[in-house]
């Protein structure tokens, strides 16, 4: 429809009759309004969304149609577009005219017919585009035309693409994050992760107790596969219960205090580890596309769960057979002194290779040993165990130094592989004299501190190589008068995050200089000053010899 007093243009018949065809049966949404912001022109489209007839807008200020802030916003976006005679374009608005404010309530029927039908929000997109007069390119507009486009389904699709992506990035995202998981507490703070990232009011973790007692899963036969399953904790809600019975994902959509949930078995290989449950406050349908980025999510859970399991068995096996190993007490030996110091690497760190030894030799004299096997975890322990009792046979055969290098060299080339690399310092002393004859593979340097608390490194063997590259081994000796400390130690000890060897070391020396206390007052000072409260995440060994004098 339009008004009659339009403007002074005296456009061709046809012009007006295709004008009033497009206008009153057209389905384009326009109106277009003067410079005195009155509405000159409005399609039926455009009205039908108002739910108004054209007569109620026609020759009307939206000031005089609306209400006042929604119909000042309107004069205003005209004003705008008029002054600057640039066209000006509102997206995915929610109302026709691409000025409604969502959190303003609208009057019923505008509500209904600006931006829902049957209860689905629609979205339009609003231009306002300055009228020129054909005759005078660069003069003022002579109006504004509105013209609407509804674009639910373009938005429907790209906010499906949007997350469908975010899906694939935050599955991606979250399987690197428990990738390095080592702990189950650490897949425990995914989840929540996960949860806090998908707005779940509670994200929960249940996992099965792996020592409990195991009986078959119905669902999988036992004779075909060996799948076992834990028994099940009696506090268990019953949709836990079954999702872990019968391996299943349910989701429920409701609202009120039980919320939507999505409750996700955890299975691993062919045996139930426990369940996932998300709770949510709202009553959201859990999509296609949802269900397979939550199942995807839990199968990554049961695949770190199962890791970090077999990490802390591992872990606790590896803790175990190394301790074994290392002598819980050293010899008491008249006329010297021994102390040490062990400290296990941090948790969530695989277990090293560290390991000391002393033990009295057939002549009186004393071996004492401290080594580093290159590697983490149960092999590191092995190698460790057997370089110990390699080295001890040796020693008892010929405990010269040089001789128990030599003849470990012989054995790695023989038994070792390429990558079985281990460093250490061997030294054998005579606690009537305080001669003490030291050998080197690769290791670091060892500290002498003399009895008046003078600090000093002494390098055994210049740039000698670890077990395993074998080369010609020499042997040192050197006096060490009653009251002085000899320090053997691993590189836990001055190396750690942030700080290097070569710094390390010069800080051994600082903290060992005037600290001759005793023994074990040494070795204690010498964890505080260079731990303390340091991050550190591979063992510490420090094993301490005193000459006591009385031999």
Known sequence: MNDDTVGSGRPA?????????LTDQGSTAFAFYDRQLRCRRVSGALAGLHRRPAEDLLGRRPTEVYPAARGRRIE????????????????????????????????????????????????????????????????????VLLVVREVTEQRRCAELLRAGQWR?????????????????PEVAEAVGELGTGIAAARSEAYLLDETAPAYPWPNVPAQRTGARRRGLPAGWSADLVAAVTDGIARYTSQDGPGGARAILPLIGSGAPLGVLRYTFDDGRAFEPDDRIFLEAFAGQCALAVERSRLYEREHRTAVALQRSLLPERLPAVR?????????????????????????????????????????????????????????RALAFTDPEPA???????????????DESLTTLVYAVVDPATGLLDLADAGHLPVVVVSADGKARLVEIGEES????????????????????????FSDGLVETRGRGIDEGLDDLVEVARGANEGLEALLTCTLDGLLGDRDRDDDVTILGVRITGDG
């Open 76 to 143: 205003a976006v005209v004003s705008r577009v008029l002054a600057c005679g640039e066209p000006y374009v509102e997206p995915h608005a929610t109302d026709p005219d691409g000025t409604a404010d969502p959190a303003e309530p609208a009057e019923p029927a505008d509500r209904t017919g600006a931006g829902r039908d049957g209860g689905a929000e629609r979205a339009y997109e609003s231009q306002w585009l300055p009228v020129c007069d054909p005759g005078d390119r660069g003069g003022p507009a002579l109006g």
């Open 465 to 488: 190589t670890p077990l395993g590259v074998a080369e010609p081994r020499t042997q040192h000796t050197i006096r060490l008068d009653p009251g002085d400390i000899l320090i053997g």
């Open 335 to 391: 006329g010297v002194e021994f102390g040490f110091r062990y400290l296990p690497g941090a948790p969530d760190f695989e277990v090293g290779g560290d390991w000391y030894d002393v033990f009295q030799l057939p002549d009186g004299r004393v071996a004492i040993v401290v080594g580093d096997v290159i590697g983490k975890g149960l092999t590191a322990a092995a190698g460790m165990g057997r370089v110990r009792s390699a080295l």
């Open 403 to 417: 001789a128990v290098l030599t003849g470990l060299d012989r054995l790695f080339t023989a038994t070792e592989d």
């Open 13 to 21: 018949d046809l012009d007006a009759a295709l004008l009033d065809t």
């Open 168 to 184: 694939t990035a935050r599955l991606q995202a979250m399987t690197a994050r428990i990738a390095g998981a080592l702990s189950v």
